[in-house]
């Protein structure tokens, strides 16, 4: 199966803009290909705007991000945000409570591949709240 | 575990060439991620030189490509070869003879989700010939 994009600048389409509730501010989630049973994962193209990211998660079987425009954050609870950057490569184990996105500043775009375990690949949580992520920026 | 990337204008950079003689051509790899307890696969990006390309081969659970630059062909033995481009996802299905690279006249970058059945990700077989890639060309 071949998915055709004729967008000359940006990797991918932005797709659709996230409306889950899981969500702080503009993210859209362009889907590249759903689970299916050689790939046990879902891969998309997340676009996050600047100010925009995830609440606080876990992934029962882990979950890689590619960064492929931007700057962002990824922060593990309990330890400092770290910048995320165009080809940077984050393997995130499992079951540890996180958040990714945009800096305030910068838009962010990463590439997700989520595993899944059984019929499960994410579990939310709360928001990043504006002080968690006014600190995460500074 | 994040890998970092300081290349401003290539995605990743382009890693070591590939000598293992499954390819014909200048194709070099960058190792982005090994199979580890969470991630079934071996994630890499993969760079084709122009007129550079696998050996036909077959993935006994699949494989995903991710177009990331420049312009490149896929072919499944028995059909016309089809060309891929940025942006495209190429999802392979298990044991289809195929082979991938370059154009004659164009450099092809793709990431490659290169799923794991065991311990084997991939069958190696014959170099696609002159003929072959001449034709896939035209």
């Known amino acids: 199966m071949t998915t055709q994009n004729n967008n000359t600048t940006a990797l991918f389409p932005k797709g659709e803009k996230l409306t889950n509730g899981y969500f702080t501010g503009d993210a859209f989630l362009q889907v590249l290909l759903p689970k299916d049973k050689n790939n046990d994962f879902i891969l998309g193209s997340v676009t996050f705007e ?3 990211r995830t609440n606080w998660h876990t992934h029962p079987k882990g ?3 590619i960064v492929t425009e931007g700057e962002g954050l ?7 945000a770290q910048t995320i950057k165009k080809g940077d490569v984050i393997n995130i184990p499992e079951n540890i409570e996180h958040w990714h996105g945009a800096k305030a500043g910068s838009k962010m775009v990463h590439i997700a591949i989520t ?5 499960t690949n994410a579990v939310w949580l709360n928001p990043v709240t504006e002080e968690e992520y006014n600190e995460a920026n500074k």
């Open 74 to 80: 990824y922060q593990e609870k309990g330890k400092p």
């Open 115 to 119: 595993n899944y375990e059984g019929e």
């Open 63 to 65: 979950q890689v991000l």
């Open 50 to 52: 600047p100010g925009a």
